[in-house]
């Protein structure tokens, strides 16, 4: 499992350890990342992810894990998530139409 956030994209990043003596040694930037049960609305079901914890915050921020997605960028989503974004989004369009 990489260590990346299903919804964001947010992976590792690199960088250096500067000590006193400015001597660089290379280092690891981990993300925060979380495992989350969110609820979506529009399919009634619950769906686990990985995510990071400001992906969690901007999540409740839209207002739900469909909201998130629905103006998410298909570019950083994760497969899953891919495919849970069109997922809703054809069940909002069924509803729509109904």
Same mark, same amino acid.
């Given at each position: 499992?990489?260590?990346?956030?299903?919804?964001?994209?947010?992976?590792?990043?690199?960088?250096?350890?500067?000590?006193?003596?400015?001597?660089?040694?290379?280092?690891?930037?981990?993300?925060?990342?979380?495992?989350?049960?969110?609820?979506?609305?529009?399919?009634?079901?619950?769906?686990?992810?990985?995510?990071?914890?400001?992906?969690?915050?901007?999540?409740?921020?839209?207002?739900? &894990?469909?909201?998130?997605?629905?103006?998410?960028?298909?570019?950083? &989503?994760?497969?899953?998530?891919? &495919?849970?974004?069109?997922?809703?989004?054809?069940?909002?369009?069924?509803?729509?139409?109904?």
């Amino acid at each position: 499992m990489s260590r990346a956030c299903e919804l964001t994209g947010k992976a590792v990043m690199s960088g250096n350890n500067v000590s006193h003596a400015n001597n660089k040694t290379r280092r690891r930037f981990l993300p925060n990342l979380l495992n989350v049960t969110l609820i979506s609305e529009a399919l009634n079901q619950n769906v686990r992810l990985r995510i990071s914890a400001n992906a969690l915050r901007t999540v409740e921020h839209r207002g739900g &894990l469909d909201a998130f997605l629905a103006k998410a960028d298909v570019a950083e &989503l994760s497969q899953r998530a891919r &495919l849970l974004k069109k997922q809703i989004a054809k069940k909002a369009a069924e509803q729509a139409a109904a």
